[in-house]
């Protein structure tokens, strides 16, 4: 008797439930975790580093980027990109200043951060005289990179256009 008292008590309890609705419409492609920034250099923004002929000689410029965080910097990504105004290209890159000198555009986060640097493969100071150069920065959670492997990750119209950054 016990057995058909809980039977009909089970019964009763999953007649109760409510059959769940409609799956809602699928959201558009969020960016949440992405940002993006933009730069412009001129020639009183580069900081000389170091002395000419020695390894760690260079010229630098800082921009501020609260949005890097400890979090981005030890699962996300900051892609640093030269905006050329003809087009747009991902950093690092080398770039031939003669047949014997080239210069190396690198980049380096920290906390809060981003560097652009420039290096001769010389070692001499970089002539950054007339170098008004703009920058794109995207700092993203290590969550996008994971979602979406068919982007490019080198080319930032690819990925601008799957987040809608500027």
Not at 125 to 143: C, D, E, I, L, R
Request: glycine share 10%.
């Amino acid at each position: 008797m016990k057995k058909i008292i809980l039977f009909a008590a089970f019964t009763a309890l999953l007649s109760g439930c409510a059959k769940d609705g409609d799956p809602g419409a699928q959201g558009p492609a969020g960016n949440a975790n992405v940002k993006s920034f933009s730069f412009s250099t001129t020639p009183g923004s580069w900081i000389t580093n170091g002395t000419a002929g020695q390894s760690n000689h260079a010229k630098y410029v800082e921009f501020s980027i609260p949005e890097i965080t400890q979090d981005i910097l030890d699962d996300g990504m900051v892609l640093v990109y030269w905006d050329l105004g003809t087009g747009i290209n991902p950093l690092p890159t080398v770039l031939p200043l003669s047949s014997s000198v080239f210069m190396n555009m690198f980049t380096y986060s920290s906390l809060g951060k981003v560097e652009v640097n420039l290096q001769l493969s010389d070692l001499q100071t970089p002539n950054t005289t007339g170098v008004n150069w703009s920058y794109k920065v995207v700092v993203a959670s290590g969550f996008n990179r994971i979602t979406h492997p068919e982007i490019d990750w080198k080319n930032y119209n690819s990925v601008s256009s799957l987040f809608g950054t500027k």
